[in-house]
């Protein structure tokens, strides 16, 4: 709980809209009147570019003290790929240990939707999505690069530790929810030692939480259910590159990457969560005031519960609410900080 | 070409709604004046129990000889999963060389899809992908299972091999195709060794198609845009695992699983293609008469096509088109048995 002092926050703006985003997200923490220290700190593409560097070992170091870290966006196309995002973002989410990627799918009142016939009460989940392992574990290797010989191979690594802990946390974030459905996505028809773990440990955890009904889906037919049949869903726990597609597409059915919010939580907080938009750095609209930052002001939200201010995240997430019920049909696109102003004025008053 | 002799077709129906729609399949080939000699062969579930076989070798070498394969559906809940899926429908893939797997995800004209604002010239795209490697190979392993400490594998394997000739395949369609364009799809920003060969080898490729615009999209930015914004895509090509996501993605834009058909190919014709509805076995509608024929229908189009029947093919196609636009606004349903009739009248008259 944070009531009895400031909240220490290490920003990280990063690339393209990451730092006109991330403005409003602190504007609107401090129209909630929290207390905030705040850090900025220029990771991305810039510093790649000066230095070489993309997290030097002091500066994790750092981070590992603040509260919580808020971040926008890392990418750049001058940037080889991969390089930000495997040095950068995932060693973040590695070595703070955010196992769990939480990532609300939830239909506002007023937001359009290219889904025609949903309605707010049938896209309403949180995606669960393994934040620590899996595919994302960088392991693999090629050989005879460059020749018709080449081989390369990719591996998902999945422990009974890492994948029982994010499971149990699916559990229960699913029991205390109204519906208490859990779904497990994988494939395990085709994944067969990787998704066999996932199969095991779901049913081995499942007696402790008797009031919870849990549910299987294949992949690929989950990625058809969150298109037609939405309402199937209210946790879904799954691992990182599944969660990966699953929540791009729930960002889709949602009204769009520019409302979608993320927690990159360490429930046992022996290092600061880390909260950021889903969508990316988008330098093509970089430095035009054109992004949305609800996405952002939403994870805010997230950050503020995750401390234990409930009350305020609550007060922010109406705030988002209302400004976007008051969009229905308005054609006048507001800039960034316009957004983030009223959503700002909203939670003030 | 096949017209100066009759087709040599070996038939597997398989499980659950498998043996329906194949039976109305053969009805549509007989009305379009096919001159068919089919044998069936009955691999699936019951086979397994009864003997626990799911393809013996003696089977595989007889598939090797005929023209082409109508493949219904594997899959039943009374058999462990994966055993099926990996012992009879992608070992037939992998012996068969079947490098090719064709999806057409395409919008009749009628059809209800559940994006409100899309029309059929929005979604008109072909998947193509890879049917031979990649996370389907079935390479991992696990460690102390059914402990605290246990570790589970899986390997995606790529090779350049595979992966050229897939996206020649794919180059070779978007140039047939009135808009030439091919979207790369992959995640080359975390799985960077499997990513970069993708990357590398359409590059290498694409100076042998000047007219065909390439793009690339990591596959969660596809997912979304496979539901925002469809009319992006024309011709994708990926991976075995990304393709089977985004087919059933696919699927569900496209009016639902019950229309979406599909080719696995050998273009090389070293040995058959197999034709398939993407949509399982269901057990849970089995022997109903309520699955809908029309997926493998349009699969048995794809396989004249592959024979080089190409007006048969297009004139099964067109009565499909026919069938499926009379149905607009027409609740009553009909079952399995009446849509193919309704199909294979259009066919013949
Ligand atoms: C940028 C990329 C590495 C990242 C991921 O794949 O996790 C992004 O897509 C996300 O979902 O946060
Ligand atoms: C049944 C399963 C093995 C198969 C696959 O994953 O390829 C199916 O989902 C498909 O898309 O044909």
């Known amino acids: 709980m944070q ?10 703006p990063g690339d393209g809209i990451g730092t006109e985003v991330v403005a409003e997200g602190l504007k609107v923490l401090d129209a909630a009147g929290i207390k905030l220290e705040t850090t900025g700190y220029d990771l991305g593409a810039k510093r790649y570019h000066a230095s070489g560097e993309t997290l030097p ?20 196309p001058s940037v080889p790929p991969g390089v930000l995002e495997r ?14 990627n939480l990532r609300p799918v939830k239909l506002f009142p007023g937001v359009e939707t290219p889904l025609g016939g949903a309605k707010p009460a049938d896209i309403d989940m949180v995606v669960v999505r393994e934040g620590t392992e899996g595919p994302y574990a960088g392991a693999g290797g090629v050989l005879r690069k460059g020749t018709p010989h080449e081989i390369a191979t990719q591996e998902s690594l999945n422990t009974a530790y890492g994948v029982e802990r994010v499971v149990r946390y699916a559990f229960e974030k699913a029991q205390s929810r109204p519906r208490k459905k ?10 067969t030692y990787a998704g066999d773990l996932w199969a095991r440990v779901t049913d081995l955890v499942a007696p402790e939480f008797p009031e919870v009904t849990v549910d299987y889906c294949h992949v690929d037919a989950a990625s058809m259910f969150f298109v037609n049949q939405p309402e199937r869903f209210d946790v879904v726990v799954t691992d990182n590159l599944f969660g990966d597609i699953l929540t791009d597409i729930g960002a889709a059915i949602a009204g769009g990457i520019g409302l979608a919010a993320s927690g990159n939580v360490n429930p046992d907080r022996t290092a600061p969560s880390m909260f950021e938009p889903v969508h990316g750095s988008a330098p093509d609209i970089a430095g035009q005031g054109k992004a949305d930052p609800t996405a952002t002001i939403l994870s805010v939200a997230m950050l503020l519960d995750h401390l234990g201010l409930a009350a305020e995240a609550a007060r922010i997430e109406q705030a988002v609410a209302g400004d976007l019920l008051d969009r229905r049909g308005v054609s006048a696109a507001r800039s960034t900080r316009e957004i983030g102003d009223d959503i700002a004025a909203r939670v003030a008053g």
């Open 182 to 191: 859990l779904t497990l996505v994988h494939k395990t028809n085709v994944l």
């Open 3 to 12: 009531d009895s002092r400031d909240i220490r926050l290490a920003v990280i």
């Open 87 to 100: 040095d950068l973002l995932l060693k973040l989410r590695f070595e703070l240990d955010h196992y769990v």
């Open 57 to 76: 070992d002091a500066v994790l170091e750092e981070l590992r003290g603040y509260d919580a870290i808020l971040l926008g966006a890392v990418g750049d």
